[in-house]
């Protein structure tokens, strides 16, 4: 009989057993319960200001110190719905972006796993206390799973070197009509003096983010307030006719730039667009951090509205702090939230670090907001974005708005590029397409939607 292979000798699978059955056990093994209440985030700008916190924190309440711990977003999304539905080991506190919260609400409501804190936060007065449209994106089903770390609304930044050297007066803008018309003569086509050109607005048809900006500033949405799917209401589809409109035509109004590349950052300091909306966390982290250039020459206004008597703002991003369900200190991870959320302290130097206002609205009286900034040519930055505070739009907490809003992006592209082969420049025009592609939309999305028996409901 031939020798086996080593690899299955009797001493081998002894091996191997001892192996397997090591790793089984490291695997269902968990960690001694650490005397530290973790504190998970996914943002490398917050570190520095958490560390200061952490540590006054950690000084006065040593039985119950604070571990901070940093990772990417992916990551703090894969080990959050990890530990939601296995059961493994995670954080006692959790600082969740928008992006990657949506998971956890598809589920029954009970079995969310983050800490329902709607009696607590009405309990002190804080659903009145917190800019009520920033708690949208932690509420499913009418609860309340987190603090809003923000309210992130959106102003225009422009080149003021260029409009004040060309005469024009922002005042006279109120709409984006207005906008397009009386920026019209800073406007290069690509090739006019062999050069690259100048577009008026930063966009593309591909990025989603400003498909869904300005959605939410028109009044538009693709979710209703029960979490059903609107993509195709007529409204939308006129909204995706106008759009369409300005990235064609021979002179298209807005042009793609990167918004966190170093290309991109050079094509803003090369004066190739005149405006790109901005959150407050887009000014004062991306901005003022990352392009220093543009120091004195850019200066900030409302959003132009869609229609006359319109919102002059939107909302790009967000961040929530939640309590993990399964934690076994949730009186000290709640104390603690509010010591990090709540304090004006807090408040004072988030903004003066990263730009960021606050969502509490007894801070927004604090004489900080007022200073003038250097960086947007004197003017009382902080102040600006809290004029626009109370009229951010309402945003969805559903599980299935990145699915949806990548549908929705797929008919802007589409839409866009029916209108370069026809040559159609009329929004009108471009209406039956648009509502077309979105009636295609609305029936997979929904589909996709009708498969979670916890989230669907008849009509």
């Not at 990090?340 to 801070?363: K, M, W």
């Not at 960086?375 to 626009?388: A, E, I, K, T």
Request: charged fraction near 20%; aromatic fraction near 10%; hydrophobic fraction near 45%.
């Amino acid at each position: 009989m031939p020798r086996l292979p080593s690899f299955l000798s009797p001493a081998a699978w002894v091996i191997v057993g001892l192996a397997a059955a090591s790793t089984i056990g490291i695997c269902l093994m968990r960690p001694p319960a650490s005397r530290a209440l973790q504190f998970w985030i996914f943002a490398i700008q917050h570190k520095p200001f958490y560390q200061t916190a952490i540590a006054g924190w950690n000084h006065t309440h040593p039985d119950k110190p604070v571990e901070l711990v940093l990772m990417s977003g992916t990551a703090l999304q894969q080990r959050m719905m990890s530990s939601f539905f296995s059961g493994t080991p995670i954080a006692d506190v959790l600082e969740v972006e928008r992006s990657n919260i949506g998971p956890a609400f598809a589920g029954p409501l009970e079995k969310i796993g983050f800490v329902d804190l709607t009696d607590r936060l009405r309990d002190q007065g804080l659903l009145d206390g917190i800019n009520r449209p920033s708690f949208s994106p932690w509420t499913s089903r009418g609860r309340i799973f987190g603090i809003p770390h923000d309210v992130h609304p959106v102003l225009l930044a422009y080149r003021a070197d260029l409009v004040e050297a060309a005469g024009i007066d922002v005042s006279r803008i109120e709409t984006w009509d207005d906008y397009f018309r009386v920026m019209a003569p800073l406007q290069v086509a690509a090739g006019e003096s062999g050069g690259p050109g100048r577009a008026l607005v930063v966009g593309w048809p591909s990025d989603y983010y400003i498909a869904e900006m300005l959605l939410l500033e028109s009044g538009g949405a693709i979710f209703d307030a029960r979490g059903r799917p609107t993509l195709n209401a007529p409204f939308n589809a006129r909204f995706l006719a106008r759009l369409a409109t300005w990235f064609t035509g021979p002179r298209p109004v807005a042009r793609s730039v990167d918004w966190f590349s170093a290309s991109g950052h050079r094509m803003l300091l090369d004066g190739l667009v005149v405006g790109l909306p901005v959150p407050d966390w887009y000014a004062g982290i991306i901005l003022k951090l990352e392009i220093p250039g543009l120091a004195g020459k850019l200066k900030l206004m409302p959003l132009p509205a869609w229609e006359r008597g319109g919102r002059r703002t939107s909302v790009w991003g967000g961040t929530m702090l939640g309590i993990a369900k399964c934690s076994p200190r949730r009186e000290d991870a709640w104390e603690f939230a509010q010591y990090l959320y709540l304090a004006r302290a807090t408040a004072e130097a988030l903004f003066r670090r990263n730009g960021i206002v606050s969502p509490i609205r007894s801070h927004w009286t604090d004489p900080v907001y007022d200073q003038p900034d250097p960086y947007f040519c004197g003017q009382p930055v902080g102040r600006l974005f809290l004029d626009q505070a109370p009229h951010v739009p309402v945003r969805t907490s559903s599980p299935f708005n990145e699915q949806a809003l990548t549908a929705f992006d797929n008919c802007l592209i589409s839409v866009t590029d029916y209108a370069v082969r026809t040559g159609r420049a009329d929004p009108a025009t471009l209406v039956p397409e648009a509502q077309r592609l979105l009636d295609q939309a609305q029936r997979d999305i929904t589909a996709l939607v009708g498969r979670n028996a916890f989230l669907s409901s008849p009509p």
